[in-house]
């Protein structure tokens, strides 16, 4: 299993300063094998599954037939020379994981695992990691002398430091063909270049989101689905900008995780535009508790501060709906009957009341007056 004893960790899930190296928790996009306790099916499976830096993973096959097990630091197939990776996954899981990608296990691109991966590759490997930050800060500064209208985000060597991979964002298309040159003479190495959005940024930086936890897209999260401020209106959260968007300036991903069961819950409630007619007066919807089913009503429209809210079981609005539609008025929004069953009060809820304090609440029950704090 995955773990930390000590020291820090990089974007590979390394504690690169115990005296050899290990695993630990936060690596990114772990695959939980729940094939783990089943018993291990007779057919012999040559592939693995290997992770490199943050999100990239890849299929490699066990050509020697070396014994492999999941955390293994391994030598495999790059084009050009080797690089170095960690096994991942192995077993029946790995074939899931293939088809889930369409990748087929009799293609021929799947590259080689050469070796485990010895302690000379090991060191050169760790100080290929030690390279990459100095490596994105030098790349920023030339590709803005180059008046270049892109970021790079991060920076990949290869195991044998022959070729690094840059990430970079960019509203629009770049011409980065003098950049690579550049590149390529300051570092002495093959350059690749790979253009990545806002959110795959995020995911390869990590961070802790609002929800106190590391970010969805750098733990788990592979394929990005749209997110919209719709599913923000289903659920009755406020549109605020600053409190629905991520660390990537875009809508949380997490407002889709919830919103198919809102959408459900809601499919029997009215239309939130329909005014209810009652001898008070018109009543306006103002929100909703979707799934304790009750609707809040007030007498004055609008969205603004309301201190006199009446909370409407949803099959008396029903109710009053098919009255009004009749071209009668109801005597008010919750009938007496109604109010003993549900416990609702027809005074509503004030959102202006505060909590007293113990001094408050001793002079509410005495009677007597407060006292002024003195200046």
């Known amino acids: 299993m995955a773990y930390r004893e000590s020291g820090k960790c990089d974007p590979r899930g390394l ?42 993973k890849g299929f490699f096959r066990n050509v020697n037939g070396i014994r492999i097990n ?22 029946d899981l790995v074939l899931k994981q293939m088809e889930k ?39 920023r500064k030339i590709a803005e002398k180059l008046n270049l209208d892109m970021k790079i985000g991060d920076v990949e060597y290869q195991g044998d430091k022959t070729k690094a991979i840059f990430y970079y964002i960019a509203d629009e298309r770049v011409d980065f063909r003098e950049l690579i040159k550049v590149l390529a003479d300051e570092f002495k190495i093959r350059i690749e270049m790979k ?4 959110r795959q940024e995020a995911g390869r930086i990590g961070g802790i989101g609002s929800c106190g936890r590391e970010l969805c897209c750098a733990s788990w999260i592979t394929n990005f689905v749209s997110v919209t401020t719709s599913a923000a209106r289903y659920q009755e959260i406020s549109l605020n900008p600053q409190k629905l968007a991520g660390q990537c300036g875009k809508l949380k991903c997490c407002l889709n995780y919830e919103v198919h069961c809102y959408i459900d819950a809601q499919k029997d409630f009215p239309d939130k535009n329909i005014i209810l007619e009652t001898d008070k007066g018109p009543a306006y919807h103002h929100k909703t508790d979707i799934y304790r089913e009750i609707i809040w009503y007030g007498f004055e429209p609008g969205e603004e501060v309301v201190t006199k809210l009446v909370p409407v079981p949803v ?13 009668a008025k109801v005597p008010d929004l919750i009938d007496y009957d109604q109010k003993n069953k549900s416990g609702f009060s027809e005074k ?10 113990d001094s ?16």
């Open 15 to 56: 504690a690169s300063e115990e005296p050899f190296i290990k695993l630990c928790g936060c690596s990114k996009l772990d695959t939980f094998d729940w094939l783990g306790n089943t018993p291990k099916s007779t057919e012999y499976n040559d592939i693995a599954e290997v992770r490199f830096k943050n999100t990239r």
């Open 70 to 91: 999941e955390g293994d630091i391994v030598a495999v197939e790059a084009s050009p020379g080797h690089d170095i990776g960690i096994i991942s996954l192995t077993g």
């Open 101 to 139: 990608y369409n990748i087929s296990p009799d293609s021929e691109d799947i590259r080689k695992i050469y070796r485990k991966a010895k302690p000379v590759d090991i060191e050169k490997w760790k100080e290929t990691i030690s390279l990459e930050h100095d490596t994105m800060i030098k790349s």
């Open 195 to 198: 253009q990545i959005g806002v």
């Open 315 to 327: 099959e008396r609005v029903t109710e009053i709906i098919e009255i009004n539609k009749k071209g």
């Open 348 to 357: 509503g809820t004030d959102n202006t009341t505060s909590i007293p304090s």
């Open 360 to 375: 408050e609440e001793e002079n509410v029950k005495t009677g007597k007056p407060r006292q002024k704090k003195r200046s």
